[in-house]
């Protein structure tokens, strides 16, 4: 049976939480929902929804990086709107970080509510393939 790790980065906003910035489970990635917060004031960023889609992927990104993968190796994202008026600013922002093909498969829901009121959040698993690098501990199998 495949080991669950806990990933970490101090370069993502800490988790609020009784959850895990991200679990590793064998080689999927499970990374919790991020949202538009500067990692070093904790703070929610000012902008458009543009400047605030850049930062929630910078979020996942360091993440991502915290278990020696990248964003190609995203094959899921969910977003979450506040309103799905700003789904094509969103997606704009979006396309020029997620640009590889394949593009994750992806779902966007308008959500009543986000946490800290936030206008977006993003959550995505990631699959290991055999050339990343392996996370904290020693990957086996490939």
Same mark, same amino acid.
């Given at each position: ?27 999927? &990635?499970?990374?919790?929902?991020? &949202?538009p917060i500067d990692p070093k004031t904790g703070e929610l960023i000012e902008g458009d929804i543009e400047a605030m889609t850049h930062q929630v992927i910078d979020n996942l990104a360091a993440i991502l !990086?915290?278990?020696?993968?990248? &964003? ?8 979450? &709107? ?8 969103? !997606? ?24 800290? !009121? ?25």
């Open positions: 049976m495949g080991q669950i790790q806990k990933i970490t980065s101090t370069d993502a906003p800490q988790a609020i939480g009784p959850y895990s910035q991200a679990i590793a489970a064998g080689d999927f &990635l499970f990374v919790s929902g991020q &949202l !990086n915290a278990a020696g993968m990248t &964003l190609s190796d995203v094959v899921k994202t969910e977003v979450f &709107l506040k309103d799905m008026s700003d789904f094509q600013a969103m !997606n704009r922002a979006y396309g020029k970080r997620f640009f590889e093909e394949p593009a994750p498969a992806r779902q966007a829901i308008e959500a009543a509510k986000l946490p800290r !009121n936030a206008r977006i959040e993003i959550s995505c698993i990631a699959y290991r393939r055999c050339t990343a690098k392996p996370p904290l501990k020693e990957q086996k199998g490939c």
